[in-house]
C-alpha cells in the first residue's frame, strides 16, 4: 500500500472535544456511572477507554473500572493475518455481570471487529448492555452493527483508509484519511 494523499480530519483538539462530548453523553444516557463499565479494544481503544474514564471521573467525582479486551481469537479472518498471530492479554479483573458496558474502539468500519468482540465479551459473563462507543465511523457496514456513540462520522470510499495515531503509540495526536492502491 502506498500514501498517496494524506489529510487529516481531527487534529489533538478535536479529539479531546470529541472524547469529552461521549464522555458526557454516556453519563446522560446511563443516568450517572451506576453498573458502569469500559472496556477498550486493544489496542487503540483501550487508550481511549482510559481517557473516556478519566473524563467521566473529571465529570462526575467516581471512578469507573476500565478493561482491555484483546479479540485476537475471535476474528473472523484469524488464518489470514498471521502464520501464528500475537494473542495479548486481555485485562478485565471485576465482573461484567449485570453491568452496563461501554465498549470502546477507535474506528468502526465492516463491523466484523466489533462482532468479534462481542463474542469475547459473551464470554465473560452476561452484561445488562453492551454500547459502542467510537472516535471514528468510517461506514461501509458489512454487518447489522451501529454505534451509540461516535466522536465523528467521516465518509470515505473502500481505497481510503483511516489512521489513528495517539501519543500513547505513535507520539502525536490525529486521525488522517488516506489513499491507498487498489487490491
Known amino acids: ?79 489470514t493475518i498471521a502464520w501464528q498471530p500475537i494473542v495479548h492479554k486481555t485485562e478485565i479483573d471485576f465482573d461484567i ?22 463474542d469475547a465479551l459473551i464470554d465473560f459473563g452476561r452484561p445488562s448492555n453492551i454500547q459502542l462507543a467510537i472516535l471514528v465511523d468510517r461506514g461501509h457496514r458489512e454487518l447489522p ?4 456513540y461516535v466522536g465523528k462520522n467521516v465518509p470515505t470510499s473502500l481505497n481510503e483508509a483511516v489512521d489513528v495515531y495517539l501519543k500513547e503509540v505513535d507520539k502525536k495526536e490525529e486521525v488522517c484519511v488516506r489513499k491507498v492502491d487498489d487490491k
Open 1 to 79: 500500500m502506498s500514501n498517496e494523499k494524506l489529510k487529516i480530519i481531527l487534529d489533538e483538539e478535536q479529539i479531546k472535544r470529541a472524547l469529552i462530548r461521549t464522555s458526557h453523553e454516556i453519563l446522560e444516557k446511563n443516568k450517572g456511572t451506576k453498573d458502569l463499565v469500559i472496556i477498550g479494544i486493544r489496542n487503540r481503544g483501550a487508550f481511549l477507554a482510559e481517557r473516556i474514564a478519566a473524563l467521566i471521573k473529571g465529570i462526575d467525582s467516581k471512578k469507573v473500572p476500565v478493561g482491555v479486551l484483546d479479540i485476537t481469537l475471535y476474528r473472523d479472518d484469524l488464518t
Open 97 to 118: 455481570n449485570k453491568k452496563n458496558i461501554i465498549l470502546v474502539d477507535d474506528v468502526l468500519f465492516t463491523g466484523r471487529t466489533i462482532r468479534s468482540a462481542l
Open 145 to 148: 452493527i451501529r454505534a451509540d
